[in-house]
Protein backbone atom coordinates (compact mmCIF):
# COMPACT_ATOMS: atom_id res chain seq x y z
CA UNK A 1 0.00 0.00 0.00
CA UNK A 2 1.44 3.17 -1.16
CA UNK A 3 1.69 5.67 2.11
CA UNK A 4 -0.79 9.04 2.25
CA UNK A 5 0.53 12.29 2.44
CA UNK A 6 -0.19 14.05 5.81
CA UNK A 7 -3.09 16.70 3.97
CA UNK A 8 -4.53 13.39 2.73
CA UNK A 9 -4.79 10.55 -0.31
CA UNK A 10 -2.60 11.00 -2.87
CA UNK A 11 -2.81 10.99 -6.69
CA UNK A 12 -1.67 7.83 -7.01
CA UNK A 13 -4.36 6.35 -4.24
CA UNK A 14 -7.23 8.40 -5.75
CA UNK A 15 -6.84 6.74 -9.29
CA UNK A 16 -7.54 2.94 -8.55
CA UNK A 17 -9.89 4.05 -5.57
CA UNK A 18 -12.05 6.01 -8.18
CA UNK A 19 -11.79 2.96 -10.42
CA UNK A 20 -13.08 0.20 -7.42
CA UNK A 21 -16.11 3.21 -7.32
CA UNK A 22 -16.78 2.70 -10.91
CA UNK A 23 -16.82 -0.25 -10.91
CA UNK A 24 -19.02 -0.50 -7.73
CA UNK A 25 -20.84 1.68 -9.72
CA UNK A 26 -21.17 -0.74 -12.87
CA UNK A 27 -21.67 -4.28 -10.62
CA UNK A 28 -24.57 -2.65 -8.41
CA UNK A 29 -26.50 -0.84 -11.98
CA UNK A 30 -26.20 -4.49 -13.32
CA UNK A 31 -27.78 -6.30 -9.92
CA UNK A 32 -30.61 -4.19 -9.47
CA UNK A 33 -31.33 -3.67 -13.79
CA UNK A 34 -33.78 -6.20 -13.74
CA UNK A 35 -35.91 -4.58 -10.94
CA UNK A 36 -36.12 -1.39 -13.22
CA UNK A 37 -36.86 -3.66 -16.08
CA UNK A 38 -38.76 -6.30 -14.75
CA UNK A 39 -41.86 -5.18 -16.88
CA UNK A 40 -40.34 -5.37 -20.14
CA UNK A 41 -38.47 -8.77 -19.03
CA UNK A 42 -41.86 -10.40 -18.34
CA UNK A 43 -43.32 -9.18 -21.30
CA UNK A 44 -40.67 -10.51 -23.33
CA UNK A 45 -41.11 -13.64 -22.44
CA UNK A 46 -44.81 -14.21 -21.59
CA UNK A 47 -44.39 -14.42 -17.82
CA UNK A 48 -45.54 -12.72 -14.87
CA UNK A 49 -43.94 -9.88 -13.10
CA UNK A 50 -43.83 -12.54 -9.92
CA UNK A 51 -42.72 -15.33 -12.45
CA UNK A 52 -39.82 -12.92 -13.72
CA UNK A 53 -39.26 -11.84 -10.59
CA UNK A 54 -37.74 -15.43 -9.54
CA UNK A 55 -34.66 -14.33 -11.89
CA UNK A 56 -33.47 -11.70 -9.08
CA UNK A 57 -33.79 -14.80 -6.49
CA UNK A 58 -31.77 -17.26 -8.42
CA UNK A 59 -28.84 -14.66 -8.77
CA UNK A 60 -29.44 -13.63 -5.38
CA UNK A 61 -29.23 -17.29 -4.15
CA UNK A 62 -26.46 -18.04 -6.96
CA UNK A 63 -24.28 -15.35 -5.32
CA UNK A 64 -25.31 -16.62 -1.24
CA UNK A 65 -24.11 -19.96 -2.08
CA UNK A 66 -21.16 -19.17 -4.57
CA UNK A 67 -19.66 -16.63 -2.15
CA UNK A 68 -17.34 -18.45 0.03
CA UNK A 69 -16.39 -20.93 -2.09
CA UNK A 70 -15.72 -19.07 -4.95
CA UNK A 71 -13.51 -16.39 -2.22
CA UNK A 72 -11.88 -19.65 -0.50
CA UNK A 73 -10.66 -20.14 -4.33
CA UNK A 74 -9.88 -16.98 -5.43
CA UNK A 75 -7.91 -16.03 -2.20
CA UNK A 76 -4.95 -17.63 -3.62
CA UNK A 77 -4.38 -14.64 -6.30
CA UNK A 78 -2.88 -11.45 -5.59
CA UNK A 79 -5.83 -8.52 -5.48
CA UNK A 80 -4.98 -6.94 -9.16
CA UNK A 81 -5.27 -10.31 -11.20
CA UNK A 82 -8.24 -11.51 -8.92
CA UNK A 83 -10.30 -8.12 -9.97
CA UNK A 84 -9.17 -7.97 -13.42
CA UNK A 85 -10.11 -11.68 -14.31
CA UNK A 86 -13.49 -11.02 -11.82
CA UNK A 87 -14.02 -7.82 -14.23
CA UNK A 88 -13.58 -10.34 -18.09
CA UNK A 89 -15.71 -12.75 -15.99
CA UNK A 90 -18.73 -9.96 -15.28
CA UNK A 91 -18.26 -8.43 -18.87
CA UNK A 92 -19.10 -12.34 -20.55
CA UNK A 93 -21.93 -12.87 -18.30
CA UNK A 94 -23.61 -9.26 -19.28
CA UNK A 95 -22.81 -9.76 -22.86
CA UNK A 96 -24.78 -13.48 -22.85
CA UNK A 97 -27.70 -11.87 -20.83
CA UNK A 98 -27.61 -9.27 -24.00
CA UNK A 99 -28.27 -12.22 -26.72
CA UNK A 100 -30.34 -14.77 -24.34
CA UNK A 101 -32.81 -16.47 -26.44
CA UNK A 102 -34.76 -18.15 -23.68
CA UNK A 103 -35.51 -17.22 -19.95
CA UNK A 104 -33.83 -20.24 -18.32
CA UNK A 105 -30.93 -19.18 -20.76
CA UNK A 106 -31.00 -15.64 -19.41
CA UNK A 107 -31.11 -16.93 -15.83
CA UNK A 108 -27.71 -19.22 -16.58
CA UNK A 109 -26.13 -16.07 -17.75
CA UNK A 110 -27.19 -14.09 -14.56
CA UNK A 111 -25.48 -16.87 -12.69
CA UNK A 112 -22.35 -16.07 -14.73
CA UNK A 113 -22.27 -12.64 -13.81
CA UNK A 114 -23.22 -13.59 -10.06
CA UNK A 115 -19.89 -15.51 -9.97
CA UNK A 116 -18.16 -12.01 -10.33
CA UNK A 117 -20.70 -10.23 -7.91
CA UNK A 118 -19.96 -13.32 -5.63
CA UNK A 119 -16.11 -11.88 -5.59
CA UNK A 120 -16.02 -8.27 -5.81
CA UNK A 121 -18.39 -7.84 -3.59
CA UNK A 122 -15.81 -9.65 -0.98
CA UNK A 123 -12.89 -7.94 -1.84
CA UNK A 124 -14.34 -4.38 -2.91
CA UNK A 125 -14.51 -2.83 0.71
CA UNK A 126 -11.27 -4.27 2.04
CA UNK A 127 -9.19 -3.57 -1.20
CA UNK A 128 -10.49 0.00 -0.98
CA UNK A 129 -9.71 0.69 2.45
CA UNK A 130 -5.62 -1.24 1.90
CA UNK A 131 -5.38 1.29 -1.05
CA UNK A 132 -5.01 4.11 1.39
CA UNK A 133 -3.47 4.94 5.01
CA UNK A 134 -5.76 3.66 7.80
CA UNK A 135 -6.76 7.58 8.67
CA UNK A 136 -8.52 7.26 5.80
CA UNK A 137 -10.19 3.69 5.83
CA UNK A 138 -14.07 5.17 6.41
CA UNK A 139 -13.58 7.10 3.56
CA UNK A 140 -12.10 4.66 1.16
CA UNK A 141 -15.13 2.30 2.54
CA UNK A 142 -18.13 5.23 1.86
CA UNK A 143 -16.44 5.54 -1.74
CA UNK A 144 -17.51 1.85 -2.86
CA UNK A 145 -20.69 2.77 -1.46
CA UNK A 146 -21.05 6.22 -3.51
CA UNK A 147 -20.76 4.05 -6.44
CA UNK A 148 -23.81 1.98 -5.18
CA UNK A 149 -25.57 4.46 -4.77
CA UNK A 150 -24.37 6.40 -8.28
CA UNK A 151 -25.73 3.44 -9.52
CA UNK A 152 -29.15 4.37 -8.44
CA UNK A 153 -29.04 7.56 -8.95
CA UNK A 154 -27.89 7.63 -12.51
CA UNK A 155 -27.19 3.56 -13.49
CA UNK A 156 -30.83 2.04 -12.82
CA UNK A 157 -32.98 4.75 -14.21
CA UNK A 158 -30.53 5.38 -17.35
CA UNK A 159 -30.40 1.46 -17.75
CA UNK A 160 -34.71 1.39 -17.50
CA UNK A 161 -34.47 4.48 -20.28
CA UNK A 162 -32.48 2.77 -22.03
CA UNK A 163 -34.33 -0.42 -21.78
CA UNK A 164 -38.00 1.25 -22.68
CA UNK A 165 -36.15 3.16 -26.02
CA UNK A 166 -34.15 0.29 -27.20
CA UNK A 167 -34.93 -2.92 -25.24
CA UNK A 168 -33.70 -4.85 -22.10
CA UNK A 169 -31.10 -6.31 -23.87
CA UNK A 170 -29.32 -3.63 -25.28
CA UNK A 171 -28.75 -2.56 -21.25
CA UNK A 172 -27.08 -5.56 -20.54
CA UNK A 173 -24.98 -4.75 -23.26
CA UNK A 174 -24.37 -1.62 -22.80
CA UNK A 175 -23.00 -2.72 -18.82
CA UNK A 176 -20.92 -5.41 -20.59
CA UNK A 177 -18.92 -2.28 -22.47
CA UNK A 178 -18.88 -0.04 -18.93
CA UNK A 179 -17.16 -3.12 -17.23
CA UNK A 180 -14.51 -4.19 -19.98
CA UNK A 181 -13.60 -0.58 -20.29
CA UNK A 182 -13.44 -0.90 -16.10
CA UNK A 183 -10.69 -3.52 -16.99
CA UNK A 184 -8.37 -1.89 -19.03
CA UNK A 185 -8.16 1.31 -16.33
CA UNK A 186 -7.44 -0.85 -13.57
CA UNK A 187 -5.30 -2.95 -15.57
CA UNK A 188 -3.29 0.47 -15.49
CA UNK A 189 -3.93 2.32 -12.30
CA UNK A 190 -4.24 -0.21 -9.66
CA UNK A 191 -0.81 -1.54 -7.73
CA UNK A 192 -0.12 -4.80 -7.14
CA UNK A 193 -1.09 -5.75 -4.00
CA UNK A 194 -1.07 -9.15 -2.12
CA UNK A 195 -4.10 -10.70 -0.51
CA UNK A 196 -2.31 -11.98 2.44
CA UNK A 197 -2.16 -15.58 3.86
CA UNK A 198 -4.13 -18.13 1.42
CA UNK A 199 -7.32 -19.12 3.60
CA UNK A 200 -8.55 -22.54 3.68
CA UNK A 201 -11.42 -24.24 5.20
CA UNK A 202 -10.01 -25.36 8.13
CA UNK A 203 -9.85 -22.38 9.39
CA UNK A 204 -13.69 -21.16 9.38
CA UNK A 205 -14.90 -23.03 12.40
CA UNK A 206 -12.26 -20.45 14.04
CA UNK A 207 -13.53 -17.60 11.91
CA UNK A 208 -17.04 -18.33 13.07
CA UNK A 209 -16.36 -18.38 16.70
CA UNK A 210 -16.69 -15.00 16.70
CA UNK A 211 -19.78 -13.84 18.38
CA UNK A 212 -19.95 -10.38 17.00
CA UNK A 213 -19.46 -11.70 13.22
CA UNK A 214 -22.09 -14.23 13.80
CA UNK A 215 -24.65 -11.62 15.40
CA UNK A 216 -24.05 -9.16 12.70
CA UNK A 217 -24.71 -12.04 10.02
CA UNK A 218 -27.66 -12.60 11.46
CA UNK A 219 -28.93 -9.03 11.46
CA UNK A 220 -28.19 -8.86 8.07
CA UNK A 221 -30.02 -11.44 6.71
CA UNK A 222 -32.82 -10.41 8.62
CA UNK A 223 -32.85 -6.17 7.02
CA UNK A 224 -31.71 -7.63 3.66
CA UNK A 225 -35.11 -10.00 3.48
CA UNK A 226 -36.98 -6.94 4.55
CA UNK A 227 -35.75 -4.52 2.29
CA UNK A 228 -35.91 -6.72 -0.68
CA UNK A 229 -39.63 -7.91 -0.02
CA UNK A 230 -40.28 -4.33 -0.55
CA UNK A 231 -37.82 -2.90 -3.45
CA UNK A 232 -37.79 -5.96 -5.57
CA UNK A 233 -42.01 -5.19 -6.68
CA UNK A 234 -40.99 -1.10 -6.19
CA UNK A 235 -41.52 -0.53 -10.21
CA UNK A 236 -44.95 -2.28 -10.47
CA UNK A 237 -46.10 -1.27 -6.52
CA UNK A 238 -45.63 2.28 -7.78
CA UNK A 239 -47.63 1.78 -11.22
CA UNK A 240 -50.16 -0.23 -9.44
CA UNK A 241 -50.52 0.97 -5.85
CA UNK A 242 -49.21 4.49 -6.28
CA UNK A 243 -50.94 5.22 -9.56
CA UNK A 244 -47.57 7.51 -11.20
CA UNK A 245 -46.45 7.15 -14.51
CA UNK A 246 -42.97 5.82 -16.12
CA UNK A 247 -41.02 8.96 -16.02
CA UNK A 248 -42.21 9.37 -11.91
CA UNK A 249 -41.05 5.95 -11.45
CA UNK A 250 -38.11 7.05 -12.60
CA UNK A 251 -37.71 9.92 -10.73
CA UNK A 252 -38.47 8.02 -7.74
CA UNK A 253 -35.88 5.67 -8.29
CA UNK A 254 -33.06 8.47 -8.80
CA UNK A 255 -34.36 10.03 -5.71
CA UNK A 256 -33.79 6.33 -4.16
CA UNK A 257 -30.59 6.38 -5.29
CA UNK A 258 -29.89 10.71 -4.09
CA UNK A 259 -30.85 9.53 -0.70
CA UNK A 260 -27.95 6.13 -0.58
CA UNK A 261 -25.28 8.78 -1.82
CA UNK A 262 -26.62 10.96 1.05
CA UNK A 263 -26.36 8.16 3.45
CA UNK A 264 -22.82 7.28 2.17
CA UNK A 265 -21.66 10.62 2.89
CA UNK A 266 -22.91 10.59 6.21
CA UNK A 267 -21.56 7.22 7.12
CA UNK A 268 -18.20 8.88 6.75
CA UNK A 269 -18.39 12.18 7.95
CA UNK A 270 -20.67 10.30 11.97
CA UNK A 271 -20.08 6.78 12.19
CA UNK A 272 -16.47 6.84 13.98
CA UNK A 273 -17.83 9.27 16.60
CA UNK A 274 -21.03 8.17 16.95
CA UNK A 275 -21.41 4.55 16.37
CA UNK A 276 -24.20 3.40 18.01
CA UNK A 277 -26.66 6.15 17.46
CA UNK A 278 -25.96 5.79 14.20
CA UNK A 279 -26.44 2.17 13.60
CA UNK A 280 -29.93 2.26 15.49
CA UNK A 281 -30.74 5.06 13.48
CA UNK A 282 -30.33 3.75 9.93
CA UNK A 283 -31.50 0.27 10.82
CA UNK A 284 -34.42 1.95 12.26
CA UNK A 285 -34.97 3.56 9.23
CA UNK A 286 -35.37 0.57 7.26
CA UNK A 287 -38.68 -1.00 8.86
CA UNK A 288 -40.23 2.47 9.40
CA UNK A 289 -39.65 3.30 5.35
CA UNK A 290 -40.96 0.10 4.49
CA UNK A 291 -44.46 0.25 6.67
CA UNK A 292 -44.40 3.93 5.33
CA UNK A 293 -45.28 2.30 1.94
CA UNK A 294 -48.61 2.03 1.56
CA UNK A 295 -49.90 5.12 3.42
CA UNK A 296 -47.36 7.23 1.22
CA UNK A 297 -48.59 5.48 -2.19
CA UNK A 298 -51.47 8.30 -1.72
CA UNK A 299 -49.14 11.24 -2.65
CA UNK A 300 -46.11 11.44 -4.68
CA UNK A 301 -44.13 13.72 -2.70
CA UNK A 302 -44.72 11.07 0.03
CA UNK A 303 -43.37 7.98 -1.82
CA UNK A 304 -40.56 10.52 -2.75
CA UNK A 305 -40.00 11.28 0.90
CA UNK A 306 -40.19 7.50 2.05
CA UNK A 307 -38.11 6.32 -0.60
CA UNK A 308 -35.73 8.63 0.54
CA UNK A 309 -35.68 7.62 4.26
CA UNK A 310 -35.36 4.14 2.92
CA UNK A 311 -32.84 4.29 0.31
CA UNK A 312 -30.38 6.45 2.76
CA UNK A 313 -30.79 4.27 6.33
CA UNK A 314 -30.20 1.20 4.42
CA UNK A 315 -26.90 2.41 2.46
CA UNK A 316 -25.58 3.91 5.81
CA UNK A 317 -25.92 0.81 7.61
CA UNK A 318 -25.10 -1.63 5.06
CA UNK A 319 -21.44 0.22 4.72
CA UNK A 320 -21.26 0.55 8.69
CA UNK A 321 -21.67 -3.06 9.13
CA UNK A 322 -18.83 -3.52 6.47
CA UNK A 323 -16.69 -1.09 8.41
CA UNK A 324 -17.26 -3.12 11.84
CA UNK A 325 -16.58 -6.45 10.01
CA UNK A 326 -13.14 -5.49 8.89
CA UNK A 327 -12.73 -3.88 11.93
CA UNK A 328 -13.24 -6.79 13.87
CA UNK A 329 -11.69 -9.39 11.67
CA UNK A 330 -8.14 -10.77 11.09
CA UNK A 331 -6.28 -9.24 7.83
CA UNK A 332 -6.32 -12.86 6.31
CA UNK A 333 -9.47 -14.08 7.14
CA UNK A 334 -11.29 -10.82 6.22
CA UNK A 335 -12.43 -10.99 2.58
CA UNK A 336 -13.92 -14.59 3.38
CA UNK A 337 -15.49 -12.84 6.39
CA UNK A 338 -17.07 -10.41 4.13
CA UNK A 339 -17.88 -13.08 1.54
CA UNK A 340 -19.76 -14.63 3.97
CA UNK A 341 -21.37 -11.20 4.28
CA UNK A 342 -21.68 -11.00 0.92
CA UNK A 343 -23.46 -14.64 0.67
CA UNK A 344 -26.05 -13.59 3.45
CA UNK A 345 -26.83 -10.52 2.34
CA UNK A 346 -27.56 -12.29 -0.64
CA UNK A 347 -29.32 -15.08 0.70
CA UNK A 348 -31.88 -12.00 2.08
CA UNK A 349 -32.28 -10.66 -1.40
CA UNK A 350 -33.12 -13.48 -2.54
CA UNK A 351 -35.72 -14.81 0.37
CA UNK A 352 -36.96 -10.88 0.06
CA UNK A 353 -37.85 -11.09 -3.62
CA UNK A 354 -39.75 -14.64 -3.19
CA UNK A 355 -41.74 -13.11 0.03
CA UNK A 356 -42.58 -10.34 -2.22
CA UNK A 357 -43.83 -12.31 -5.50
CA UNK A 358 -45.81 -15.08 -2.82
CA UNK A 359 -47.38 -10.99 -1.45
CA UNK A 360 -47.88 -10.38 -4.83
CA UNK A 361 -49.46 -13.17 -5.71
CA UNK A 362 -51.51 -13.60 -2.07
CA UNK A 363 -53.00 -10.36 -0.62
CA UNK A 364 -51.99 -8.05 -3.00
CA UNK A 365 -48.65 -5.64 -4.05
CA UNK A 366 -50.02 -3.10 -1.94
CA UNK A 367 -48.52 -5.46 0.98
CA UNK A 368 -45.21 -5.76 0.06
CA UNK A 369 -44.41 -2.70 2.38
CA UNK A 370 -45.65 -4.04 5.37
CA UNK A 371 -44.26 -7.79 5.04
CA UNK A 372 -40.97 -6.29 4.97
CA UNK A 373 -41.27 -3.93 7.31
CA UNK A 374 -42.06 -6.61 10.25
CA UNK A 375 -39.36 -8.67 8.89
CA UNK A 376 -36.35 -5.68 8.54
CA UNK A 377 -37.66 -4.81 12.41
CA UNK A 378 -36.85 -8.08 13.84
CA UNK A 379 -33.60 -7.50 12.62
CA UNK A 380 -33.56 -4.18 14.39
CA UNK A 381 -35.02 -6.05 17.70
CA UNK A 382 -31.69 -8.61 16.94
CA UNK A 383 -29.12 -5.73 16.68
CA UNK A 384 -30.18 -3.68 19.70
CA UNK A 385 -30.28 -6.73 22.22
CA UNK A 386 -27.44 -8.97 20.32
CA UNK A 387 -25.07 -7.48 18.11
CA UNK A 388 -25.06 -3.97 20.11
CA UNK A 389 -23.57 -5.61 23.32
CA UNK A 390 -21.33 -8.16 21.44
CA UNK A 391 -19.55 -5.14 19.83
CA UNK A 392 -19.11 -3.38 23.37
CA UNK A 393 -17.29 -6.26 24.30
CA UNK A 394 -15.65 -6.81 21.09
CA UNK A 395 -11.92 -5.76 20.59
CA UNK A 396 -10.64 -4.58 17.33
CA UNK A 397 -7.99 -6.17 15.00
CA UNK A 398 -4.22 -4.66 15.69
Not at 3 to 11: E, H
Request: proline content about 5%.
Amino acid sequence: MSQARQDGITLKQWLPLIGLTCCAFVFNTSEFMPIGLLTDIAASFSLTEAQAGIMISVYAWGVMLLSLPLMVFASRFEFKRMLLGVLAVFSLGQFLSAVAPTYPILVCARLVVACAHAVFWSVASIMASRLVDTRHGALAISMIATGSSIAQIFGLPLGRAIGLAVGWRMTFAVVGGLSAIAAVYQAAVFPAMPAGERFTVKQLPELLKNPLLIALYAVTVFMATGYYTGYSYIEPFLAQVAHVDASAITMTLTAFGCSGLLGSWLFGRLFDGHRFPFLAITLSGVPVALLLMGPAALSLAAVLGVCALWGCCATAFNVAFQAELIKYTPTDSSAVAMSIFSGLFNLGIGTGTAIGGAVVSGPGIAWIGFAGGVIAAMGVILAITVMFPAIRRAKPVA
